[in-house]
């Protein structure tokens, strides 16, 4: 049974929400267990998880980026993908959940478990990357 760190960023509670029931369900279905932890934004999820590499089996990172009227969801959006995708480099198995989405009714779409369920998807994707870690570590 592997335990699994979900990180997330909470910035849209009723979307988080759903991105953290979502990975639950994934994580217990699969007889995982998990715990959850919760950063100030984005950019401050590789950093969590590189805090807790060595603690965890694998990682979910969950969080919503709604671009606005300034550069800023660039360098969000992109600086927490880079973070995210350097640990994996490094070993580690992260399912990036971090929805970056034009309009909130695209988070919505892609939070809802009984829709495009990304915080699910993410939780399978950390636990397939763990699987072949095993596999290959």
């Given amino acids: 049974m592997a335990h699994v760190l979900i990180v997330e960023a909470r910035f849209y509670d009723h979307l988080n929400d759903q991105l ?7 994580i217990e279905a699969a007889g995982h267990s998990h715990e ?3 950063v100030p934004g984005a950019l401050e999820v590789p950093g969590a998880i590189a805090l807790a590499a060595d603690r965890y089996d694998a990682f979910v990172a969950l969080g919503v980026v709604i671009r606005g009227e300034t550069y800023h969801f660039e360098i969000v959006a992109g600086e927490s993908a880079r973070g995210i995708m350097a640990l994996t480099m490094d070993g580690l198995a992260i399912g990036n959940g971090i929805l970056t989405v034009e309009n909130e009714a695209q988070a919505l779409v892609r939070a809802d478990p009984a829709q495009k369920d990304k915080g699910g998807e993410a939780a399978k994707a950390a636990l397939a990357m763990l699987a072949l870690k095993g596999r290959w570590g």
């Fill in 20 to 26: 953290l029931a979502g990975a639950r369900a994934a």
């Fill in 36 to 38: 959850t932890v919760t």
